[in-house]
């Protein structure tokens, strides 16, 4: 049972959506939000991973309410589906994690494969722009919304090798700043409904990795679990202190 669930925090009572919450960032992140006493909807494409980490987060946070659907969000029709349906079944959405992830790369800039941009661009671009997209109108309504997207370092300082992989992510921030300038022209003069903020790792660590690789340093890595840390401490401070900023957790490049 968890010992957070005391309603004196800001997600208590919350409705989060985590888009790719099958992985390990996206297990992290549904027991951190469990355990902020949020109601937890966790979407990825594959259902069986899903199913395991929901199940896993209602595990440990026993009277947590998480729930599992299985969301193509490279159907823009899908993902506006899956905003409708949550914010119709819980009365409101008040966060969007995007963890929907992937890389390729290669050894030089040369050797460079344009089907890898192919498959980038859908993963880590076209999502962003499908759950954004949908989830804009909840998020605003709520009136304490927060999208958030897990991006990169290499967006901002890409290596001849991650050409592909740093353009998409480059591309998703700025898609996500372009968000949060919308939420920022709602607001007007006021504080903006809801804030859009993107989170920047160099890489992430989970202890599966660390148990296949002992002596590895992880140098500048972020661990899921600070990861999941930081994503819940973006309601601590007002929108418009969250809106269109970079929250570093790798040094700045």
């Known amino acids: 049972m968890s010992t957070a669930t005391n309603g004196n925090g800001p997600l208590e009572g919350a409705v989060v959506a985590v888009a790719g919450a099958a992985g390990p960032a996206g297990r992290a992140t549904l027991l951190r939000l469990a355990e902020a006493g949020a109601t937890v909807v966790a979407s990825d494409a594959d259902a ?9 987060a209602r595990y ?9 659907d299985t969301v193509d969000l490279l159907d823009l029709d899908a993902a506006r589906a899956w905003a409708d349906r949550t914010e119709k079944e819980f009365g409101r959405v008040d966060g969007l994690i995007h963890l929907v992830g992937g890389w390729r790369g290669s050894a030089t800039f040369a050797e460079t494969d344009l089907a890898d941009w192919e498959l980038l661009e859908r993963l880590l671009i076209r999502t962003v722009q499908h759950t954004s997209l949908a989830f804009e109108g909840p998020l605003a309504r709520s009136g304490n919304g927060r999208y958030v997207l897990v991006s990169a370092a290499g967006a901002s300082k890409p290596t001849a090798g991650n050409a592909a992989y740093s353009a998409s992510k480059a ?52 661990d899921v679990k600070d990861l999941a840390e930081a994503i819940a401490g973006l309601w601590d401070k007002p929108a418009q202190e969250v809106n269109g900023t970079r929250q570093w957790l790798t040094p700045h490049v």
């Open 171 to 222: 591309a998703a921030e700025a898609w996500t700043l372009a968000l949060a300038d919308s939420f920022r022209k709602a607001g007007g003069d006021q504080e903006p409904p809801a804030a859009a903020a993107i989170v920047v790792v160099k890489a992430l660590v989970h202890d599966a990795m660390r148990a296949e690789r002992p002596t590895a340093k992880f140098a500048g890595f972020t």
């Open 60 to 68: 440990a946070h026993g009277g947590a309410t998480v729930t599992g």
């Open 48 to 56: 069986a991973r899903l199913a395991e980490a929901v199940d896993a």
